[in-house]
C-alpha cells in the first residue's frame, strides 16, 4: 500500500519551454501532496504544500508563477515548470500524505523526476 | 541552528556489521519520527515510524528514540551492499489538521556498505 507514482521519470527540454510532472497516490487519497527539489548528493527542499482543492502554499525563495501547482483531485496533482532554463535542472519529487488523524505526518514519495534543460 | 542536524557520511563499513545512524533534534514540539532510505536517482523509500520514545524493530532494522535528550537513531544488523543509501531522518510536530505541516528533514547520512 501507500503508492506514489509521477510521471514522467526523466524529461529533456529546451530553454523556454514548459514542463508538467504529475504526482498520483495510486491506493489511498491525499488531500495534501508536497514536491521536493533535490540537487546532487543534497537533500531534499521542500518547494510548496498542495492542499486539494485550495491554492497551493510556497517556501520562501520560490516562485510560483515560475512552479504552478494543480492539486485538482485527492488522488493528483500537478507541477508544472514554466519557461524552463537550465538552472531548473534538477531531480523534482513529491509526496503524498497519508493522513492519519492524530498520528501526525506520514509522507510517501514518488520515484522522481529528472529534468534537464538544455 | 538547523532544527536536524546528521552527520552526512560517507559512512563506509564492511558487509556484516552493525549500523548506526543519528539524528539530534533541537524543536521539543517534534513528536513523530520516520526514517528513510534513498537509493540513488530513486525517491525516498519510508522505512520506520516512530512516536514514542524507546526501540522499534523491524527486521535488522530497529528506531530507538530518545525524546529528553532530542536524539533518534537507526541501528542496522547484518548490513547488507544492498543496504547501501542515503538514510534519512525526518520528524513532525502532531498534526491535528490538514493544512500546511510539512516534514523537517535530515541532510542524510550516505552508507556504504562493503562486500
Known amino acids: 500500500g501507500a503508492v506514489v507514482s509521477q510521471h514522467p521519470s526523466r524529461v529533456i527540454c529546451k530553454s523556454g519551454t514548459s514542463v508538467k510532472i504529475e504526482c498520483r497516490s495510486l491506493?489511498?487519497?491525499?488531500?495534501?501532496m508536497f514536491w521536493y527539489r533535490q540537487f546532487p548528493k543534497k537533500s531534499l527542499m521542500l518547494m510548496a504544500t498542495?492542499?486539494?482543492?485550495?491554492?497551493?502554499?510556497?517556501e520562501q525563495g520560490v516562485e510560483k508563477d515560475k512552479f504552478l501547482i494543480n492539486h485538482a483531485s485527492l488522488t493528483l496533482s500537478t507541477l508544472t515548470v514554466t519557461s524552463a532554463h537550465p538552472e531548473d535542472s534538477s531531480f523534482y519529487i513529491c509526496?503524498?500524505?497519508?493522513?492519519?488523524?492524530?498520528?501526525?505526518?506520514?509522507?510517501?514519495f514518488g520515484p522522481g523526476t529528472r529534468l534537464t534543460v538544455l | 541552528q538547523k532544527e536536524v542536524e546528521q552527520d552526512p557520511g560517507p559512512l563506509s563499513v564492511p558487509e556484516g556489521a552493525i549500523v548506526s545512524l543519528n539524528c539530534t533534534y533541537s524543536?521539543?514540539?517534534?513528536?513523530?519520527f520516520m526514517w528513510y532510505r534513498q537509493y540513488s536517482r530513486k525517491g525516498p523509500e519510508l522505512l520506520m515510524y516512530?512516536?514514542?520514545?524507546g526501540n522499534k524493530e523491524d527486521g535488522r532494522f530497529t528506531a530507538q528514540v530518545d525524546k529528553s535528550s532530542k536524539y533518534i537513531s537507526l541501528f542496522i544488523r547484518d548490513s547488507q551492499p544492498s543496504d547501501s543509501a542515503t538514510y534519512l531522518c525526518?520528524?513532525?510536530?502532531?498534526?491535528?489538521?490538514?493544512?500546511?505541516?510539512?516534514?523537517?528533514f535530515g541532510s542524510g547520512t550516505r552508507l556504504q556498505v562493503q562486500p
Open positions: 509526496s503524498a500524505r497519508d493522513f492519519a488523524g492524530w498520528r501526525g505526518d506520514t509522507q510517501y
Open positions: 491506493d489511498f487519497q491525499a488531500t495534501t
Open positions: 498542495s492542499n486539494e482543492g485550495s491554492k497551493a502554499t510556497y
Open positions: 524543536n521539543s514540539a517534534f513528536q513523530y
Open positions: 516512530t512516536y514514542s520514545s
Open positions: 525526518a520528524m513532525s510536530p502532531p498534526s491535528m489538521d490538514t493544512g500546511r505541516r510539512a516534514l523537517t
